[in-house]
């Protein structure tokens, strides 16, 4: 699987789709700064600070989106180019092959989203009211949201191209994961009136909410950790039963 993960790397990072999303994730803070630093001006009493501005950055979802279209361009690039056939023609297992493609778009969508979420503190810090108060266990519920949904996000690309092998098919459904699991988590809600899934939006909003039970967090997030591993599992099982 290292050979997997080094290849991958090295190839990740000569596509420009890496760092295109990297400069979109850094634009479009940049944007929001001049639109904070024009709110500051106009109402100085607004209070904008570091941390708040970071987890307001989780909760808008918008990187979540940027790591969808990375992974979906990166997975199906294999198939497209019919490289993966010279992969596995050279011994490489094909579960070895998917794990070490998660693996390695996930780290390098990790970079994507710490690009704006940096810059997101980083806005708030200098240019808004400073950092606010630290509070370790915000930072540990934010950190943990954001890997474990990525996780999920990534794993349910690689299922989807390993299916489709189609990037304008894989794209399609990643930029629409978000709304499909919105639907889901809302359709069970409200056929047993509990909540059997929070829907991505509010599992950021309860990932950064200090009113948050512990218990309450874990039942959000867990589903999702539990769901990257079985669509790991099914990626696996599809790539083993179809032809390259």
């Given at each position: 699987?290292?050979?997997v993960?080094s290849?991958?790397l090295?190839?990740?990072?000569?596509?420009?789709?890496?760092?295109?999303?990297?400069?979109i994730s850094f634009i479009?803070?940049?944007?929001?700064?001049i639109?904070?630093?024009?709110?500051?001006?106009v109402?100085?009493?607004?209070i904008?600070?570091?941390f708040?501005?970071?987890?307001?950055?989780l909760?808008?979802?918008?990187?979540?989106?940027?790591i969808?279209i990375?992974?979906s361009l990166v997975f199906?690039?294999?198939?497209s180019s019919?490289s993966?056939r010279q992969?596995?023609?050279?011994g490489t297992k094909?579960a070895?092959?998917?794990?070490g493609?998660?693996?390695?778009?996930?780290v390098?969508?990790l970079?994507?989203?710490?690009?704006?979420?940096?810059a997101a503190f980083?806005?708030?810090t200098?240019?808004?009211n400073?950092t606010?108060p630290?509070?370790g266990?915000?930072?540990l519920?934010?950190v943990?949201?954001?890997l474990?949904f990525?996780?999920?996000y990534v794993s349910?690309?690689q299922?989807?191209?390993?299916i489709?092998?189609?990037t304008?098919w894989?794209l399609?459904i990643?930029?629409?994961?978000?709304?499909?699991l919105?639907?889901?988590a809302f359709?069970?809600t409200?056929?047993?009136?509990k909540?059997?899934?929070?829907?991505?939006?509010?599992?950021m909003d309860l990932?950064?909410?200090?009113?948050?039970a512990p218990a309450?967090?874990?039942?959000?997030v867990?589903p999702?950790f539990?769901?990257?591993?079985?669509?790991?599992c099914?990626?696996?099982i599809?790539s083993?039963r179809k032809?390259l």
């Amino acid at each position: 699987m290292h050979n997997v993960i080094s290849a991958q790397l090295y190839k990740c990072l000569r596509t420009k789709s890496f760092y295109v999303l990297v400069a979109i994730s850094f634009i479009s803070t940049l944007f929001d700064l001049i639109t904070v630093s024009v709110n500051l001006r106009v109402r100085p009493e607004m209070i904008i600070e570091g941390f708040d501005s970071m987890y307001e950055a989780l909760s808008g979802g918008l990187y979540f989106l940027f790591i969808g279209i990375f992974a979906s361009l990166v997975f199906t690039s294999d198939y497209s180019s019919q490289s993966i056939r010279q992969i596995i023609g050279k011994g490489t297992k094909r579960a070895s092959y998917t794990f070490g493609s998660i693996f390695t778009v996930f780290v390098l969508s990790l970079v994507i989203a710490a690009v704006a979420y940096v810059a997101a503190f980083l806005r708030g810090t200098f240019v808004g009211n400073g950092t606010g108060p630290f509070d370790g266990l915000m930072i540990l519920r934010f950190v943990c949201a954001v890997l474990v949904f990525g996780f999920m996000y990534v794993s349910f690309t690689q299922l989807v191209a390993n299916i489709t092998r189609k990037t304008s098919w894989t794209l399609i459904i990643a930029i629409f994961t978000a709304s499909i699991l919105q639907l889901c988590a809302f359709t069970l809600t409200a056929l047993t009136e509990k909540k059997m899934l929070f829907d991505p939006i509010t599992l950021m909003d309860l990932a950064t909410s200090t009113s948050t039970a512990p218990a309450d967090y874990l039942f959000a997030v867990i589903p999702y950790f539990c769901a990257g591993i079985l669509l790991t599992c099914a990626s696996i099982i599809v790539s083993d039963r179809k032809d390259l």
